[in-house]
C-alpha cells in the first residue's frame, strides 16, 4: 500500500492524483481505479483507469527520469469508446467545461503584475462541489467569488500549480456558474541579458521548454523583459501535463506602463492612454484554449500588404544595439530580414492552404531560445534576430512559427497522438516555404538528409509518431522532436512526392489536398485517421499500409540497388532492376520514384513498387540508359546503396 501511495501522491509538493482527488473531494464514484502489482522477478507495475482521460486504461511503471513518478508503458481507450468517430481528448473527459474567460490585467511600473479572471464553467455530471485549475506557481491567489458574491474557498500548496476551488454550492451537470479568481504575484521580471549558452531549440506541445532564459555572464546595460510563464499565466482548468486544454472565448484587458509595448491574442479592439497608463483590450476571434501575451520596450513596425493581413514586428531595438556592441551575436537587420520571412511565409501559406483565421499579426521578440505560437500571436527567439548562418535554420524556424496560425491552431490536434499534424506540418511547412517561396533547394534537401540521418541513428530503438506527446516522458525525451517534428515533417515530404507528376513537375495534386484538409477542418480538432481519409479520397485508393508504415510504424528501409540494360531491336533496350529492401518487415511496401538518364541526353521519371525483401522487373525503353538514380528529390525516407549487377 506505502508503494502504491507513493505513487499517487506527491508529498513534497502537497499532491496528489487528480481523478482520485476530485473522487475522495466530491464524495463521487467516478470510476477511477488504481492497481498497484509487486512482482518478483521485473519491475512493479501499475494499472490505473482514468475516467477524465481521453485513452482511459493505463499500463505504468517507475519513472526513468529525474522528477518523473511514473511512466506510461501503454495507453488505449475502454472498449465502449473505440467506434467514435471523433476521438475525445483529455479536456472532453473533465467534469466542467470551461466556457468563456473575461480577464482583466495590471502591469504596474515596475511590472508587478496582478489580475482578476473571470470565468464561466458549467457542468459536465452532477455533484461537482471541488474543481482543479493550473496557475504559475509564483502568482499567488487572493480570492475566488462567484457571480453572486459568495466567497469560494480554495486549497494551494506552497508553490504548487494546482488550485483546488470548492464552489459555495454544488455544481449540476448542464448548470453554468461564473468565477472570480484575483491573484498577483512574479510574473514578469527584467534584467541585462546574460552571454548565452545558447542550446538547440527544443519545442515541446504548446509552450517552451521548462528552461530559463538565456543566461550566463552580463552582456551590456539593456533590459530584457522575461515572460516567466505564457502558459499558466491565468487559471488554466484541468491542464494536463502535455498541455491539453479547453477552447473557450477570450475577452483580456490589459493596464501596462505607456513606455512599454504589449502585444496579445486576438482583435485589438481598443487602446487608450490615460497619462503614464495605456489601456488595450482584446477578443480572440473564435474559441481557443491558448492565450498570451508580451510586453517590453520594443520599437514597433508595421508590414502593411494588401496581399495579407496586417503584421506588427516587435523588437528590442536598444537590447540589439548593447549586444552588437559587446561583439557578441552578427550584425543582422532584426527589422529586415526577420520581417521578410514572417510576411513572405504568412503570404506564401495563405496561398498554399488558404486563409488565416486571425485576421491580424503580432510577432514579438522573447529572451528565450525557443519560439511559440497562438492565435495572431507569434514568440520569435532573439536568437533568431542575430544569428546569421547559411544552413536555412532560421528563415524555417520564423517560418514554422508562422505555420502553426494554420497547423494547431487553425487546425487543431485531436489528441495527443495526432500532436504530428501540428509540428510535422508546421516543420514541412518551414521547409516548402524555403525551397518554394527562397528558391534555395540546397538548403531544403541539405536539412532533409540530416533529418533522415538522425532518424536513421534511432531506428529500431524508439517509439512511432503515433505515440505521440506520450514520447516527451519516455527514457529518450529528445525523440519528441525527433519523430514528431522532423519524421512528422519527412512523412508529408513522401505524400507530397508520391502526389508529384514527374511529366510536368506540378504538385498541384498535393496543393489541393492540403487545402482541402484545412478548409474541412479549419477551426476544428483533427486526428491522423481524419487526414488519412483526406489523403485517401485525392488518390483514390486506401492508404492504411502508409500510414502503418510511417506513422505507426519505426521501420526505415535500406535499399540495394543494381540494374542492367541489354539492346533489342529497333534501338530500344532492355532494362533489368534488381532491389533489395533491408530492415523492415517482409511485408513492407513502398512505390518509389526512379530517374532514367539516357545517353541521347533525354531524362524519365517512374515509380517503381518496392514489396519485400526482393523487388525484380523488366523495362523496355526507347533509348540506352546511361544513369540512374533511385529515390530521387528525396521521395523516401530511406537509405539507397548501389551494387553492381550479378
Known sequence: MGDAVDHLVDGRV???????????????????????????????????????????????RGGRLEGQKTQTVCQFPEATDLGDSVPPSDGD?????????????????????????????????????????????????????????????????????????????VLQAGETRSLRVVYHGDLITFGTLGRPTVQRRVFTPRGPPRGTPIVGDPVGTSQWYFMRDPNTWFPRLGLSTYGASQPADMDLTFHAPSRYRLASIGRLVESRTDGAVQTTHWVAER?????????????????????????????????????????????LNPEGDVGADVANSLGFFSQAFGPPLPHQFYATEIPYGYGQAFPGL????????????????????????????????????????????????????????????????????????????????????????????RLIGTDHPGDYSLMIYRKGAWVLQMLRNMMLDFRTMKEDAFTAMMQDFYRQYRGRRASTRDF?????????????????????????????????????????YLLR??????????????????SIEFADGGRATIRVTVRGPLTETELHLPAQPSKLELNPLNSVLGEVKAEGWK
Open 532 to 572: 488519412q481519409r483526406v489523403v485517401e479520397r485525392h488518390v483514390d485508393t486506401p492508404m492504411d499500409w502508409f500510414f502503418d508504415e510511417w506513422v505507426n510504424g519505426t521501420a526505415i528501409p535500406t535499399y540495394i540497388f543494381s540494374w542492367h540494360a541489354e539492346p533489342e531491336s529497333g534501338n530500344r
Open 93 to 169: 473527459r473533465n467534469p466542467l467545461k470551461i466556457e468563456a474567460y473575461r480577464i482583466e490585467a495590471t502591469i504596474e511600473k515596475g511590472l508587478g503584475f496582478a489580475a482578476a479572471a473571470t470565468m464561466r464553467v458549467t457542468g459536465r455530471r452532477d455533484g461537482v462541489r471541488w474543481a482543479r485549475f493550473n496557475l504559475f506557481k509564483e502568482l499567488e491567489v487572493d480570492s475566488v467569488v462567484d457571480e453572486t458574491g459568495a466567497v469560494d474557498t480554495f486549497f494551494r500548496a506552497s508553490k504548487s500549480p494546482e488550485v483546488w476551488v470548492r464552489f459555495s454550492a
Open 378 to 469: 507569434i514568440y520569435l527567439s532573439l536568437v533568431t534576430f542575430q544569428t546569421v548562418n547559411e544552413s536555412g535554420t532560421e528563415e524555417t524556424f520564423r517560418a514554422h512559427e508562422m505555420a502553426h496560425q494554420w497547423w494547431g491552431i487553425g487546425v487543431d490536434a485531436a489528441t495527443y497522438r495526432d500532436a504530428w499534424l501540428s509540428e510535422g506540418f508546421a516543420d514541412f511547412s518551414g521547409l516548402w516555404y524555403m525551397q518554394l517561396f527562397l528558391k534555395d533547394n540546397e538548403k531544403f534537401f541539405k536539412q532533409l538528409d540530416d533529418w533522415r540521418r538522425d532518424i536513421r541513428a534511432r531506428r529500431g530503438d524508439i517509439a512511432p509518431i503515433g505515440l505521440g506527446t
Open 577 to 594: 532492376l534488381r532491389i533489395r529492401q533491408e530492415e523492415v518487415p517482409k511485408e513492407f511496401v513502398m512505390p518509389v520514384p526512379l
Open 287 to 331: 474559441p481557443t484554449g491558448e492565450a498570451s501575451f508580451n510586453v517590453g520596450a520594443f520599437d514597433e513596425s508595421e508590414i502593411r500588404d494588401p496581399r495579407i493581413p496586417p503584421v506588427t514586428l516587435q523588437v528590442n531595438t536598444e537590447g540589439h544595439r548593447a549586444l552588437r556592441a559587446a561583439g557578441f551575436f552578427g550584425g
Open 14 to 60: 502537497r499532491s496528489a492524483h487528480p481523478t482520485l482527488m476530485s473522487a475522495l473531494l466530491n464524495g463521487d464514484s467516478n470510476g477511477f481505479f488504481y492497481a498497484y502489482v509487486k512482482r518478483e522477478s521485473g519491475e512493479d507495475l501499475m494499472l490505473e483507469v482514468d475516467p477524465q482521460k481521453g485513452e482511459q486504461v493505463l499500463l505504468l
